[in-house]
């Protein structure tokens, strides 16, 4: 006795190394005599330390030894559990992990033998094993007794890890196919005249229909009846009235709750009318009723039908009739969108408080994987038979495969899933309740954490692991589920999705590709072989032959898109981009067919593709983070020509994320298909322009003062903006209008300083044209004081001299739209000191001036109109075009600027909406004339974007002119309703700008 004391701390302290959390409570159960022999064993406390509650494991053990009421039974237990590790590891291991298997073995203490085995038959039963397991039950109370047994072993492998999670829910689904046909020969048994009146099928759905089953679940079925074949004095309805009775005592077999509890609900709502509809219907009542009535969801639910118990023809023929409808279910109008919205309806309906914790039906659950995985069965499996699996990791590792996921988000959707099911595999173990909660308890928490293997500390470990698996499938869900290119591949005839060589010519034909022949080539080498890469591009292709159809040039789309993939083939992110990422496939199909200048810019750097797969990848930069960006990387490179290289690149990089976002926006979006303010997709595409010549304009500066003079040039340096350039208005031909100004630093020689200043200009012109890929950037300083005649550079000085004495009427308004753009910040501001008295005169104009102003537009129309050219249609110098609009707002900006400060704008919309704000003019004819010049802007613009080279004309070739209209917003066969609109706009604004501008009258 004087012992004890030392050997109970010792074993408490054991106990509580072992993970025990009453050690105290479980000495005492120690030392019961039902378990004393076991009391020093150390492989067994061992074995219940390594079980998921050692308290509950031991609890369970000394109440399965207190059921054997004879002492010799109790003798055989223990000495097996000594001697014998399988049988300890499982037993345990269930004991610890399931309180209502505990429950279970101690009412049926003998039922402890079936985990003595350990043989290779006993590893993976199948529907034959559990069968035999439950053949001979009488009633449904024996039924559940032989249940429970197959459970317990299922279990036991499943929390020793001899089976993986989804060959325990296999094992689940197939122990639920046995009971049913137990449950079914309890019914005919008991009613023998309805058996013999009837065929029935039972349908399993559901979990069990695809073999993932849960521990305690509902189990899904559909009944299929008919009258016996060859019976010919058994009518329709007397089979099914049979065939119903029969289902029924099915249901309450397996439903009713009895002195050995439940087994699970057999729920029929799955079935036609759900449970408003007749518990059973013949094989062409169901074909009637989902020809005609069915919902998306009936279908989507359909994808995991599987006979399982009565008759086995019968089942099978309901299974091989539905199966084409279920393929044909993604060319219901609005699909996808359904498909979508019922996952939503589901979230919303989670109780208030549970979202977070629901591990099926929550964002990012087991449910956001089933839903994505069958959403894209259904829309790729009408053509690829691969997909049909009704069990879901298959179908998720069917997917990666044949290239409709990414392997490595199949691979983590899959290790996602898996963790997600072993967990609720373990919640509803412990009570064998159906539940998906996680629970919110740390005991609880404890217990499953230390189930699927988490020690060290369990609860936080758990809720990590959680947390991190949610965001994965939340993450994965939100791309594969609303992925848009789905909807497209569920619009597509079945026959479109894979096309055989006849049928590819055919229909090439039809959507309007000129060269069927030659687009069949593409096509071919595009998606012909074995390949992943194949397999990818078949998926892609069909959906963008159409959307290369809905342009002016399809042929030109797809001969841009295989001059893509070939440069970008054994890229591995290209592919998956364009079939994961947001819109990429159709942003990518759009570009390519609207013309020469986006392809021409995007072939010289296919990796841009990845600019079109980022929602924010087309958004313009700003002048200040294309600078900072040109800048560092002249500073990377040694000589200057390679630094301007260097810059020029990114201008093709930046040029093409400006026209590719020019294009898409002209398309419109899905929530605004026609965009409304076609003013504001005009001011984005010329402030990019300009930010970007004005950022590559700085850092060629900055290459060039580098080579020559190191870190400071003898004079102060400024670029000034002049025309669209400073005006922010730039189109995608359009020259860089400047000026340059310097000023001598103190003590710098004047000569020297004009000297390093002439030597920059030269070397920045030269520099910005050297010949390369990329497209040069042409520097025009012609609007310089004396021309072409005049020095290219100017002290501060001269200018203020030049426009003191010498300036005329025309210099004061080009100067309107200076504004500086590169070099030293604050010259450029004394130099928009300077000009602004000129351009925004203190007391207005004269007459004479405007008389000169009004001389030198009607000059400019007759002088400068290119000969042969309709003034109608002629975009900048044409009756409403650009310059009547320009010209006007740019005189009430000399005559009003001064006292209106909203006028002090390089920009031609801002100007004129000042003007309209001020009462300058009529709010009707300001709208007029904006309207005007945004047309004129977007015609400029998107010639350039068609033909590859500036214009200020329509193309006159048809499918160019085609390009345009489509660019403008109009379809197929809608040029001549183009002309008819620019004509009559123009028309509009030349009578506002003849009334306003010829009109004015200087007091």
Known sequence: MTSAPGRRSSTFTRLLRQG????????????????????ADPLLLDALGATADPDLALRGLVRLAEAHERPEERRVLLDTLITAKPLRDRLLGVLGASEALGDHLARHPEDWRVLATYESADLHPGIAEFEHELAGVEDAVELRVAYRRCLLAIAARDVCGTTTVTEAAAELADL?????????????????EDAAACRLAVIAMGKCGGRELNYISDVDVIFVGEPPEGARDVDENTALRAATRLASHLMRICSETTVEGAIWPVDANLRPEGRNGPLVRTLSSHLAYYERWAKTWEFQALLKARPVAGDAALGTAYEDAVAPLVWQAAERDHFVPDVQEMRRRVIDQIPVGQAERELKLGPGGLRDVEFAV??????????????????????????????????TDAAQLDEAYRFLRTVEHRIQLYRLRRTHLMPDEDHDLRRLGRSIGLRTDPVAELTR???????????????????????AVAQLAPGEIRLSAKAAGQRLE?????????????????????????????????????????????????????????????????????????????????????????????????????????????????????????????????????????????????????????????????????????GALVDRVGGALSDLNAATIAGAVR???????????????????????????????????????????????????????????????????????????????????????????RTLASYRAYYRRWSLVWESQALLRAEPVAGDPGLGERFVELIDPLRYPERGLSDDDVREIRRLKARMETERLPRGTDPNLHTKLGRGGL???????????????????????????????????????????AATLDEAWVLATR???????????????????????????????????????????????????????????YGYEAP
């Not at 000034?720 to 630093?745: K, N």
């Open 176 to 192: 639920a196919t046995a009971t049913l046909r137990a449950a079914l020969g309890l019914a005919c048994a008991a009613a023998p």
């Open 883 to 925: 310059s009547d609009v320009e010209w006007t707002v740019q005189l009430i900006q000399m005559r009003h600027g001064h006292e209106v400060p909203g006028l002090r704008t390089t920009r031609t919309r801002g100007a004129l909406a000042a003007a309209r704000d001020a009462g300058l003019i009529s709010p009707q004819d």
């Open 20 to 39: 025990f959390t009453d050690p105290s409570a479980a000495e005492r159960f120690l030392d019961m005599p039902a378990v004393a022999p076991i009391r």
């Open 939 to 997: 015609v400029r613009g998107g010639a350039m974007l068609v033909r590859g080279r500036p214009g200020d004309t329509f193309p006159s070739e048809s499918r160019d002119l085609a390009a345009v209209g489509r660019y403008l917003g109009y379809g197929p066969g809608r040029v001549g309703e183009m002309l008819d609109d620019y004509l009559r706009t123009t028309r509009r604004a030349r009578a506002v700008m003849e009334e306003v501008f």
């Open 465 to 487: 692991e959680w947390k991190r698996y949610t965001a994965v499938v939340r993450r994965l869900h939100e791309k594969l589920f609303y992925r848009p290119l789905l909807d």
């Open 510 to 678: 039809a959507l309007g590709y000129a060269d069927p022949v030659a687009a069949l080539r593409h096509l071919e080498a595009l998606s012909s072989g074995v390949t992943r890469k194949a397999a990818i591009q078949r998926t892609l292709l069909p959906v963008l032959l159409g959307w290369f159809a809905d342009s002016a040039d399809p042929d030109a789309g797809l001969l841009g898109f295989r001059k893509v993939s070939d440069a970008l083939g054994k890229t591995p992110w290209y592919l998956r981009l364009l079939r994961d990422e947001g819109a990429a496939a159709e942003n990518l199909a759009r570009v390519l067919s609207a013309g020469r200048l986006a392809p021409d810019l995007l072939l010289r750097a296919p990796e841009a593709v990845a600019l079109l797969g980022d929602p924010e990848g087309l958004k313009p930069r700003g002048r200040a983070g294309l600078e900072q960006e040109i800048i560092a990387a002249v500073a990377r490179s040694d000589a200057a020509e390679g630094a301007v290289a260097s810059a020029r690149g990114m201008r093709r990089r930046e040029l093409f994320r400006t026209a590719a976002a020019d294009i898409i926006g002209s398309y419109g979006t899905e929530e605004n298909p026609v965009e409304a303010d076609r």
């Open 374 to 407: 069958q959403l894209l069965q259904l829309v790729h499996g009408r053509s690829d038979a691969s997909l049909r699996s009704g069990t879901t990791l298959d179908a998720l590792r069917a997917l990666a495969a044949g290239g409709y996921v990414g392997r």
């Open 703 to 793: 290459a060039a003062v580098r080579e020559r003079w190191g870190d400071t040039l003898p004079t102060r340096f400024a670029v000034i903006g002049m025309g669209r350039f400073g005006g922010h208005e730039l189109t995608y031909g359009s020259d860089a209008d400047v000026l340059f100004v310097h000023e001598p630093w103190d003590g710098v020689d004047e000569h020297e300083a004009a000297v390093a200043a002439s030597a920059l200009v030269t070397e920045v012109r030269r520099l910005l044209q050297v010949p390369t890929a990329d497209p040069p950037l042409l520097i025009d300083a012609d609007l310089r004081p004396e021309g072409k005649s005049g020095p290219i550079v």
